[in-house]
Structures are given as C-alpha cells and as structure tokens.
C-alpha cells in the first residue's frame, strides 16, 4: 500500500473524519521531503566514509613504499648482531683485565718489601705463579703457598750483595763470554747479560 491510499483511506477520531485532497498532497510533499532530506545525509556520509577509507588506503601504500626492503632489514638484523657480539665481547675482555690487574697486584702484595734481581726475574715469577695457580694440582692453594714453593732455595731471582762480590763485571763478561762460560753463569748473571746484551743472550740460549 502507497503513503496516498494510507492517507486516502485513513479515518481520524470517532467520527472518522477523512483526509480532504489537499491535505493528502500536502503531507505526500512533506514526507517526501524528509525523505530526500535523509537519502541526502546517507549519501554525504557515505561519499565521507569512501574518502575517510580512500585515505587509509593511500597512507598504508605509502608505508609500503617507504618500509625497507627485506635485504635491507636483514642487513640492518646482521648490524645489530655484529654490534651485540662486539659488545659482549668487549665486556668480557674488560672483565678478565680487571680480573688480571686483581690477580697481579694480589701477587705483587705476596712479594712484598722483597728486592728482585731484575724485571726480567720478577716479571718471570709473576707468570710462573699465574701457570702453577691454573694447574689441577694446585687447587686450593694460596698465592704465597705457590710463591714459596717456587722460590725456596732459589739463586738469582732476589738481590743479595754478597752474591755480586765475587762476579765477574758485565762489562768484563760481555767482552769475553763464550758459549762455554754462558753454559756456566748463574741464573742472575744471565738475568745481567740478556739486560745489556741481549743479541748474545738470544744467541747462546736458543742453542
């Protein structure tokens, strides 16, 4: 049923007065008013939401654009790795050079007030303790049990003056030491020789 034979057959009240034709016309123009009114609105909004989805649409092709191509993500990935393996290795590193400064200034306070021959003697005993405290034999050892045990009866690696009253001058030595006399010197008077000749040290004890 059309709105006009609604409106034609529709009776109002108890004495059901009819619609004249005019007023039919007239409320048939008004709705259809308010009808066009709506359509209009849904339309509007509807071209809204087509430009509203349009847009997204361009934005995210546009990200797809700009996005890394996956080389290059995978490149980026490699950095990344390369930069955390650096690091970890740098803090490792870091770690076991102060672990070594805390090892030696350990050892270095075992040595104590006491006077080495050379350098070259003290720096040797250092290693030496190093090598002894990471064999299995000496677990549970302390550094001086190690240091004593290296150094007992031991010439040549601490000063003693009285020692130095019978040798031979180094510059004596240096002018008339044979491979004969090298075989023969004490362990400080090698100490003496490779400090101020050490061309003829390296010669004589590589053979």
Do not use: C
Not at 52 to 76: F, R, V, W
Not at 172 to 190: A, C, G, L, P, W
């Amino acid at each position: 049923m059309s709105l006009k034979d609604f409106l034609t057959d529709l009776e109002i009240g108890e004495s059901k007065v009819k619609l004249s034709k005019d007023e039919i016309k007239s409320i048939i123009a008004e709705s259809g008013k308010v009808v066009e009114n709506e359509k209009t609105k849904i339309e509007e909004q509807y071209k809204k939401d087509i430009e509203s989805y349009k847009t997204t649409i361009d934005d995210l092709k546009g990200q797809i654009e700009k996005a890394p191509s996956s080389e290059e993500m995978e490149n980026l990935k490699q950095k990344i790795t390369d930069f955390e393996a650096k690091e970890t290795a740098r803090i490792e590193q870091e770690k076991a050079t102060k672990a070594e400064q805390t090892l030696n200034n350990n050892i270095l306070a075992v040595f104590g007030d006491r006077k080495f021959s050379s350098e070259y003697a003290k720096n040797g005993l250092l290693s030496d303790i190093k090598a002894e405290m990471k064999k299995e034999e000496n677990q549970g050892k302390g550094i001086k049990d190690i240091f004593e045990e290296l150094t007992k009866n031991k010439a040549g690696i601490f000063e003693n003056p009285n020692q130095f009253q019978d040798m031979t001058p180094m510059g004596d030595i240096d002018n008339t030491v044979s491979k004969e006399t090298f075989d023969k010197m004490s362990y400080n008077q090698r100490v003496e020789l490779k400090e101020s000749n050490p061309e003829l040290f390296k010669k004589y004890n590589n053979n």
